[in-house]
């Protein structure tokens, strides 16, 4: 059990460490380009590009993170009202959909980043290879479907327990 905590938390901290190394970039970018064309002195065609890439880079390694932490919002209104073991089938009922969404999209996208790589598509300042940019949609959520799962089976695991009653005391 220690040893999944340890994975779990050394993929948390690979995306927030990358998440924020590609805010920092970003920031950067943004800075330097839009300093430049107010003052006149230079201009960077490629900082918005970039920018943008980085963006959705930032959003899909983003949503795998929030999943570490249960940052996901849930409506509880009707699964509250269940007994535990109606939470616990509905639950794991919401694990697999969320997963199986997550995964078919991932899926799908490998065949549009497959046509960018065949057909040669760049980006239109930085002439990046198009399928390295929409490579962030497939990875984002298959980190996403595997952090999801992780956090939702453990506290689907602790449901009922005096552990669920101190793990929701600790979010606030």
């Given at each position: ?25 970003m920031a950067v970018v943004v800075f330097v380009g839009t300093g430049g064309r107010y003052t ?38 009707f699964t509250g009202k269940l007994p535990i073991k109606g939470q616990r089938g509905l ?82």
């Amino acid at each position: 059990m220690e040893e999944k905590n340890k994975k779990k938390v050394s993929l948390g901290k690979i995306e927030e460490v990358l998440g924020g190394v590609l805010l920092a970039i970003m920031a950067v970018v943004v800075f330097v380009g839009t300093g430049g064309r107010y003052t006149k002195i230079f201009s960077l065609p490629w900082a918005d590009e970039l920018s943008r890439y980085l963006m959705v880079w930032m959003i899909f390694v983003g949503v795998a993170a929030g999943a570490n932490y249960g940052e996901h919002f849930h409506v509880t209104a009707f699964t509250g009202k269940l007994p535990i073991k109606g939470q616990r089938g509905l639950g794991y009922f919401r694990i697999a959909l969320v997963s199986l969404f997550s995964l078919y999209v991932a899926y799908k996208m490998f065949y549009l980043i497959q046509r960018a790589f065949t057909t040669n598509q760049l980006s239109p300042a930085l002439h990046l290879p198009m399928g390295v940019i929409y490579m962030a949609v497939p990875l984002g959520m298959f980190f996403f479907a595997f952090s999801y799962a992780i956090h939702e089976l453990a506290k689907l695991k602790a449901l009922g327990t005096t552990q669920e009653v101190e793990d929701e005391v600790s979010d606030y």
